[in-house]
């Protein structure tokens, strides 16, 4: 089966395209969005209104608490399901979002790794908690591609990164540019993507203002909820950009306006990683967006997937 994509930075108009683009061929749409699968954070994660997820059926929302774990090879899992059952009922699955390493895996298969080695990640556990930022600083002296990928602040996969280059000999990098498939032509399913994009001033711009709409939508109240439900800084759920913040807050460490003020900056870097998996992906056909009104971007989205008139 050949699937269709969008996918771009947070913030690039990737929702409104696709919802459009969606109703116009008949697609349903697979989100690839590792915060949007947590129910209860809807308005951190930019998730689809109900309002946008009545127009068009959407799959890979609200599939589990945050409390609970979800790794690249569930949503594969759960992708192919939903794939497979899109097809099955004659329409088109339209895969959208903006986390690339769930982009790599859907398309060209997933690097398992070693096993947990849990005296390992207890003693790496220890070495943060008496020197912050050691870990980081370990993780790039072996491999810098993976450094600059994962935020410092992110223990969880800089310990994984760290366990595998331990366990395997070999860096995560190294072990994921082979179930990547580099080099080679083969891959999980056909496909056509396209990628959005624009000038990074205005991409900013864009990222700001989303901020502050979210703030004013509820955000904080959004983030209390969760803490009174029992959902702590440590989960990885509470990663996400803007809750991690705002319980930062919640618990004395931050003023508001400082937290705002990191939420938009963290947003920011975590665009411009974005852009380092989607740069690594192959056949993508970007599309400068900025600049272009709305009719003109679904139509220029159209022709990157080659799709017709008659696509339907």
Known sequence: ?????????TAVGKTEISLALAEEIGAEIISADSMQVYRGMDI??????????????????DVVDPEEEFS?????????EAIEDVGRRGKIPLVVGGTGMY???????????????????????????????????????VDVKA?????????????RALEVYEKTGKTISENQRQWCGEGSEGGRYDYKIAGLAMPRPEL???????????MENGLLEEVKTLRENGCT????????????????????????????????????????????????????????????????????????????????
């Not at 089966?1 to 930075?9: D, N, T, V, W």
């Not at 569930?74 to 192919?80: E, P």
């Not at 080695?117 to 020197?131: I, M, S, V, Y």
């Open 1 to 9: 089966m050949e699937l269709l994509l969008i996918l771009g930075p």
């Open 44 to 61: 951190g994660t930019a998730k689809p209104a109900p309002a946008e997820r009545a127009r068009v059926p959407h799959h890979l929302i």
């Open 72 to 80: 690249a090879g569930r949503f594969v899992q759960l992708a192919d």
């Open 103 to 141: 982009v790599r895996a859907l398309l060209e298969g997933i690097f398992g790794g070693p096993g947990a080695d849990f005296r390992l990640r207890e003693g790496l556990a220890e070495t943060e908690l008496k020197e912050p930022g050691a870990l980081h600083k370990m993780l790039k002296n």
């Open 147 to 159: 450094a600059d990928r994962i935020h410092p602040s992110d223990a969880r996969r800089i310990i």
């Open 204 to 214: 900013y711009r864009r990222i700001d203002t989303r901020v502050e709409n979210m």
């Open 233 to 312: 800084r440590e989960l990885p759920s509470m990663q996400a950009l803007g809750y991690k913040q705002l319980l930062a807050h919640l618990d004395g460490e931050l003023g508001l306006d400082e937290a705002v003020r990191l939420i938009k900056r963290d947003t920011r870097r975590y665009a411009k990683r974005q852009f380092t998996w989607f740069n690594a992906q192959k056949n993508v056909a970007w599309i400068d967006v900025s600049g272009q009104n709305f009719a003109s971007s679904v139509a220029l989205v159209k022709k990157a997937l080659d799709i017709s008139n008659n696509f339907r």
